[in-house]
């Protein structure tokens, strides 16, 4: 049995649509897990995401947030709005978007406290790329993508995830394996210690994303510091993505 309830996190990105929503949605009607299951649609289909969720327990996620509240900020999407439109919880700094649009650690800070002032889950993903990992630093860039993306956070009983996502990992069908995903979750719960306590650390759900796939959702699961997983490509698949929570929800109760 997990220690943390299990969480599954889909991420669209730019990707999907109604047909999409509908026929995802439709999957998880009347059907009970022992996990929280979240997608994370493009903006634009979050309204109709809600309308089709009375009998499901999927939850809408969003995959960014603004740092703003309110203003002359072009393009953004604020918490209060992400709220409004059913959301309850947001990635923050996944990879792409550092590499893409120039997030950094402080913007994340700043994205998670918004997050949590708005009572949106944060998930804060960080995550090593391959000549990093090469160069054994792996532990240098999450310390500092943790310290400062978490830094002056008070969570006042608040929950938390972070997503680690290797970024070698990422759309490569070279999803890391169960023994380097516990030892990086492991190094993770250790550093949300030091900046928690360690009671707090251990109630936060750390979830493994980058190649997950029906395969081997199970091995990654079953690590004991992973405790949730943040799947792109395979949440397309509507019927791909419900056999993984499937299996999340089993061996939540193993
Ligand atoms: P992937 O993407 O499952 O397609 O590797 C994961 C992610 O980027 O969140």
Sequence with gaps: MKQRKPIVIANWKLN????????SVASFIGKHFNADIAICPPYIYMRDMMTFLQFSELHIGSQNVSRFESGAYTGETSAQMLKEAGCSLCLIGHSERRAMFGENNEGCQIKVCTALSHDLLPVLCVGENQQQREANITEDV????????????DLQGKDLCIAYEPIWAIGTGL????????????????????????????????LYGGSVNKINTRELLGQPDVDGLLVGGASLDPGHFLTICEQVSELAIA
């Design 16 to 23: 999907g649509g109604l047909d999409l929503i509908c026929v």
């Design 142 to 153: 999450l310390n500092t993508q943790l310290r400062e993306g978490l830094a002056n956070i």
């Design 175 to 206: 999803a890391a394996t169960p023994k380097i995903a516990q030892e990086v979750h492991q190094f993770i719960r250790a550093q949300l210690s030091d900046i928690f306590g360690a009671e707090t650390a251990n109630g936060l759900r750390i």
